[in-house]
């Protein structure tokens, strides 16, 4: 398995812009999670999702923030417009509840907003 | 909702000794401990994991302790390696299994001088 997929590496942008980040989970997970890490604030809970469901979205920072789960093996995390408060490394992560309760991380989207 | 504490923020020891990191959670329910450790720009990934109904669990030089009447667990690293150099995160979650969240601790950066 390939793991936990997320793109782009990197992303740098303008302050305005929107950014849209990707994930491809696991196949056979059924949890999805995103993460802001930052030094100030460590890693951050923004949203996750069960079976496709986004269940907790209370960490999202505000409305330029979205997030969607069209199908078992895609996910995105929209932020329209960026700021630069935004930078920061993004992090997808994927796990199967019911069988194996293990988190498995993607490697990250570090974004830049100028 | 859960709130996990994590000290020391940096820790600094001699290859050989060993080095311990405590957590604290706020949740009672909380149920699933995991241990993440995250090399400087790369991933997090798990390295051990504990559940409320064991107290301790090791796994070579690393183990793990829970005390659930005190809501901590704590990381024990023995016989240091400057590999294990990085970034530690406690991280913990009430109903993991029945798809619960998981929050993590503000991390560890551990240094192992040779």
């Known amino acids: 398995d390939a793991g936990v997929i997320q793109s782009p590496r990197h992303e740098v942008t303008e302050m305005g812009q929107e950014v849209t980040l990707r994930c491809k989970p696991i196949?056979?997970?059924?949890?999805l999670f995103w993460y802001r890490q930052t030094m100030m604030r460590g890693l951050e809970l923004l949203i996750y999702?069960?079976?496709?469901?986004?269940?907790?979205d209370s960490g999202m920072p505000e409305d330029r923030f979205s997030a969607k789960m069209p199908n078992a093996s895609f996910s995105t995390l929209k932020i329209q417009p960026s700021e630069p408060r935004d930078s920061a490394v993004y992090f997808c992560?994927?796990?199967?509840?019911?069988?194996?309760?293990?988190?498995?991380f993607g490697s990250g989207t570090q974004l830049s907003v100028l | 909702g859960e709130n996990v504490e994590q000290h020391p923020s940096t820790l600094s020891v001699q290859e050989g000794d060993s080095a311990v990191i405590k957590c604290t959670y706020s949740?009672?329910?909380?149920?699933?401990f995991p241990w993440y450790k995250q090399e400087l720009g790369k991933r997090p990934q798990l390295i051990i994991d504990?559940?409320?109904?064991?107290g301790e669990k090791k796994d070579q030089r690393i183990a793990v302790t829970l005390n659930k009447t005190a809501k901590h667990f704590s990381l024990h690293i023995t016989e240091t390696q400057p590999e294990d150099s990085a970034v530690y995160f406690c991280?913990?979650?009430?109903?993991?299994?029945?798809?619960?969240?998981?929050?993590f601790g503000q991390g560890t950066e551990l240094s192992v001088k040779p």
């Open positions: 992560a994927s796990s199967r509840r019911d069988l194996e309760e293990k988190l498995f």
């Open positions: 196949s056979g997970h059924n949890s």
């Open positions: 999702f069960n079976n496709n469901v986004p269940i907790d």
């Open positions: 949740d009672s329910a909380s149920n699933y």
């Open positions: 504990i559940r409320s109904n064991v």
């Open positions: 991280a913990a979650s009430s109903r993991y299994n029945q798809g619960g969240k998981l929050i």
